[in-house]
């Protein structure tokens, strides 16, 4: 793959939904549909919203390795993306990636506390087109 930044930054763009696995207490991979992140810095840090009280965010304070798959259902191709995800709570984090209508979700605005930020850290993933796959680093 030639521009791996750019061909995987625009299948990700393109996707209604990401597909996020964490580990549970017992080592076995779970995986979620989610929103698509929020933001995006190149291919190496995502940022979605979630719900502090969510299964998930236990699971991530737990045991920070994740993954985070993007499917263009199409062209049949799509990445996997391996690394680390972190809770964020503080006021920067949440309002950087606050939208408007968010409140259908968090009822008390930014501020609420079942309000948080996922960070995903991606360090190494594999993508899939054209009846191949190929790995490759972040």
Do not use: H
């Amino acid at each position: 793959m030639r521009d791996v930044e750019t061909t995987i930054g625009n299948l990700i763009d393109k996707q209604g939904v990401a597909f996020i696995g964490s580990v549970d207490g017992d080592g076995f991979p779970n995986m979620k549909a989610m929103l698509p992140p929020r933001k995006r810095e190149g291919i190496k840090t995502f940022y979605f919203t979630t719900n502090t009280s969510s299964m998930r965010v236990s699971q991530y304070r737990a045991n920070p390795k994740a993954c985070v798959y993007f499917c263009d259902r199409r062209f049949f191709r799509g990445v996997m993306l391996i690394g680390t995800a972190e809770v964020l709570e503080d006021s920067g984090s949440k309002e950087m990636i606050w939208r408007e209508g968010d409140t259908m979700y968090y009822p008390e605005g930014v501020t609420d506390p079942d309000y948080c930020v996922l960070r995903f850290t991606v360090e190494k993933g594999r993508f899939y087109s054209n009846f191949k796959s190929e790995s490759f680093e972040v």
